[in-house]
């Protein structure tokens, strides 16, 4: 009733206060977007950020450089083994759905020959990584 309707009107009066308050700061963050500081030092940061980059990029020795080059090469060369092994097998699969009386022996053959590329490829990866330990030594 009366104090109920008086406690609304308080409350109300209050809200508009906060609400003009609100509008205020809205405003002048406005117009401080529209008018951007001279001063602003973001572009100074980034420009140190680049300089400090660049440098710990060209800080690397030569010894680094010729490792970097070397994992490189034996990761593009692992990987494309693994994409060459995966279009065999596929290969394999075809052939497997072609004729299913052979199923277990191509299933059979399909494992040895897996397990022989696998057997490969570590060879050749354990002996390209002794080849690069080697010539980074002399």
């Known amino acids: 009733t009366a104090v109920e309707n008086t406690r609304r009107d308080v409350e109300n009066v209050r809200r508009d206060a906060e609400n003009a308050e609100l509008k ?28 400090n980059e660049v440098v710990s990029v060209n800080s690397k020795s030569s010894e680094e450089k010729m490792m970097d080059s070397f994992l490189d090469e034996v990761n593009k060369k692992i990987v494309s083994d693994g994409i060459r092994q995966r279009k065999r097998d596929e290969k394999l699969a075809k052939v497997e759905s072609i004729s299913p009386e052979k199923g ?35």
Do not use: C, W, Y
């Open 104 to 138: 277990k022996q191509v299933s059979v053959n399909k494992r040895a020959l897996r397990k022989e590329n696998q057997k490969k490829q570590r060879e050749k990866f354990i002996q390209k990584v002794s080849e690069g330990a080697v010539t980074e030594m002399s």
């Open 24 to 51: 205020a700061r809205v405003a002048k963050l406005e117009e401080d977007s529209r008018h951007p500081r001279k001063d602003s030092s973001p572009k100074k940061l980034a420009d140190s950020v680049i300089v």
